[in-house]
């Protein structure tokens, strides 16, 4: 690829919060919410920060399973934020911060972590300590993201899939970008290795699952007992 996977992040996303909600759950054949749902399975504590939260799809649905926790979502896209909040209005227990995941500064900790959709763009190792110097003893923390099928029926599938994203790329000029850069990704990254190893030497217990025939992946590390 010509672009890192740190730069495509900001391109994807640079005009496309408005209709971010609906090409999640269409581009995915509504398989978003489901891993979402898998993700919010595994959380556990009261204080959660929801990792480059986008429009706070994730967040709230956190928000409406645990009403009685704090959450936090951070992102780097005003625009996003601004979208995240406006949707939010009606949860209290929940707030929005613009921060870089990568360079996260923030004055507490957390008993749970979560996030989606943001390893494959992410140093892994910086990411990991950032998350182990924000997370209370014994905290969780979930990272989700694409993942390339190994079966090559499925692939033959996934391919297919990305082909027609790029045909409706042509009605949503803002997404076209995205939907031809997005499967070239996908492919060459390795952020399920990176992020099992750099997790694992900041002093969590490691588990990986995959969903959707292979398409999907979670990555939940344990913070061991000090």
């Given amino acids: ?65 645990f009403p009685n926790s704090q959450i936090l979502g951070i992102d780097m896209s005003q625009k996003y934020l601004e979208l995240a909040i406006k949707n939010s209005k009606n949860y209290p227990n929940v707030s929005y911060q613009i921060q870089d995941a990568e360079k996260l500064n923030l004055d507490r900790k957390f008993d749970c972590i979560v996030s989606s959709y943001i390893p494959k763009y992410t140093d892994a190792k910086l990411v990991s300590q950032k998350l182990r110097q924000h997370l209370n003893p014994n905290g969780v923390v979930i990272l989700h993201d694409f993942s390339y099928p190994k079966n090559p029926l499925i692939q033959k599938l996934w391919h297919a899939l990305f082909a027609l994203l790029r045909i409706a790329g042509l009605f949503l000029p803002s997404w076209s970008f995205a939907f031809v850069q997005l499967p070239k990704l996908i492919k060459s990254s390795n952020w399920i290795e990176q992020y099992q190893k750099e997790l694992q030497l900041q002093g969590f217990d490691v588990h990986t699952q995959y969903y959707t025939f292979g398409c999907s992946c979670i990555i939940t590390g344990n913070l061991k007992s000090q």
């Fill in 1 to 65: 690829m010509s672009h890192s996977p740190k730069e495509l992040a900001p391109k994807f996303f640079s005009d496309t919060a408005s209709t971010y909600d609906l090409v999640a759950n269409y581009a995915t054949l509504g398989q978003d919410k489901k891993w979402k749902s898998f993700i919010i399975e595994k959380i556990s504590g009261t204080s959660i920060l929801d990792l480059a939260c986008g429009t706070g799809i994730l967040t709230r649905m956190i928000a409406k399973k």
